[in-house]
């Protein structure tokens, strides 16, 4: 079993920043078996969406709405990943999910969330 604990949403004006960090924890095993991690987010009647995901080698992928203005980033040694979210818009407005997958099996784990709400 694998937890997720996110931390770092709130209220901001829009233009501000934002840091989301999303602590994983278990056995030894499996934050040994951490593979890719990611963010996702959920606006009120919309579907999940991939934010930006990261992968244990630090290969990225980025959703075309956050491109240059949000950075994932990953620290192995303490099985914790990162959004540093700039410029963020009204639009950016959604609870934010982080999310991994552990091998073998590629078994998906989600946190909590956290709410991220950008005033216009």
């Known amino acids: 079993q694998v937890q997720l604990v996110e931390s770092g949403g709130g209220l901001v004006q829009a233009g501000g920043s934002l840091r989301l960090s999303c602590a994983a924890s278990?056995?030894?095993?499996?934050?040994?078996?951490?593979?890719?991690m990611g963010w996702y987010r959920q606006a009120s009647g919309n579907q999940r969406e991939l934010v930006a995901s990261?992968?244990?080698?630090?290969?990225?992928v980025y959703a075309d709405s956050v491109k240059g203005r949000f950075t994932i980033s990953r620290e192995n040694a303490l099985n914790t990943v990162y959004l540093q979210m700039n410029s963020l818009k009204p639009e950016d407005t959604a609870v934010y999910y982080c999310?991994?997958?552990?091998?073998?099996?590629?078994?998906?784990?989600w946190g909590q969330g956290t709410q991220v709400t950008v005033s216009s």
């Open positions: 990261i992968t244990r080698g630090g290969s990225t």
């Open positions: 278990g056995s030894v095993f499996s934050m040994n078996s951490l593979d890719k």
């Open positions: 999310n991994a997958l552990v091998r073998p099996l590629l078994t998906n784990y």
